[in-house]
């Protein structure tokens, strides 16, 4: 989310944080010759193309066209996933997805993907749809905090500390 801020103001492309940002070479595929500030880019274009594609599906949710709902909405959660790839690399990116720590979330965000396009496109079941759309969001946004260092702790806490209901996840 900073680094979508900094690039949407412009602090990105002045290079005042460029260093702190960029992740390591060994981190970073480097089968890729953009530059660090091309790569923010490449993801915050791939970010905001994946929320109007997600905003148009919803709205195609309304006007009863669920094919076009399922379809839109999973592929802007597809593009905003994707523009991840500009960040680390596509290698290590995909790597990085499958570690221990993001498995689940990773799994569960694909099988609601594809479920969504199941259950959109071809069942045209729109409360399946919408039921897979909502698991799609939250698997996506666990997905986002495990990037984050003690962003899941946190919400957990919030979790418990809000219902009184221990997070077994």
């Known amino acids: 989310m900073i680094k979508m801020i900094l690039l949407l103001t412009g602090l990105a492309t002045m290079g005042l944080f460029s260093t702190i940002m960029q992740p390591s070479d060994d981190d970073m595929d480097n089968t890729c010759n953009l530059s660090w500030e091309h790569r923010l880019y490449a993801f915050g274009a791939c970010c905001v193309i994946g929320i109007f594609l997600s905003i148009f599906g919803t709205i195609e949710l309304w006007l009863t066209q669920y094919t076009a709902f399922a379809l839109l909405y999973s592929l802007g ?28 979330s990773t799994i569960v965000l694909l099988v609601s993907i594809v479920l969504t396009i199941v259950c959109g496109a071809v069942l045209k079941i729109a409360i399946l749809a919408l039921l897979c759309v909502i698991i799609q969001s939250l698997a996506f946004i666990w997905y986002t905090l495990s990037y984050i260092p003690g962003a899941r702790t946190a919400v957990k806490s919030c979790f418990s500390g809000l219902t009184g209901i221990n997070c077994p996840c």
């Open 77 to 104: 959660t597809l593009t905003a996933l994707a523009g991840t790839c500009f960040l680390r690399g596509p290698m290590s990116q995909v790597k990085k997805m499958f570690d221990k720590d993001r498995l689940i």
